[in-house]
């Protein structure tokens, strides 16, 4: 059930942050930018699930929570930077 949910969240901030490059408007891009946050925040929490309760190998769960974790904070700063009016 873990796997599912993150295979779920993780692919989606993918197929978001693609759209999001396609975006129509400035409006539409932060929308997308929006939803491809929230997207990888909950791929973070299934890979601290998996981390809590020492699923996997354990190498392979830091360096993908490390991961997670970095692109979240470039996905945050590109949606901030989004909302600044031009």
């Known amino acids: 059930m873990l796997g ?3 295979l779920r969240s993780g692919t989606s901030v993918g197929a978001n942050y693609r759209e999001a490059n396609r975006a129509a408007s400035r409006k539409d ?3 997308k930018i929006n939803i491809v946050e929230k997207e990888c925040s ?3 929490y299934w890979l601290e699930l998996f981390d809590a309760e ?3 190998d ?4 830091r360096w993908l929570l490390n991961e ?3 692109l979240l ?3 945050t700063s590109i949606g901030k930077k989004s ?3 031009k």
């Not at 354990?58 to 769960?61: K, P, S, T, V």
């Open 4 to 6: 599912y949910q993150l």
């Open 83 to 85: 909302k600044i009016k």
């Open 54 to 56: 020492d699923l996997g």
């Open 42 to 44: 909950e791929s973070n």
């Open 68 to 70: 997670s974790y970095e």
């Open 73 to 75: 904070a470039i996905f």
């Open 29 to 31: 891009f932060t929308h």
């Open 58 to 61: 354990r190498a392979e769960r």
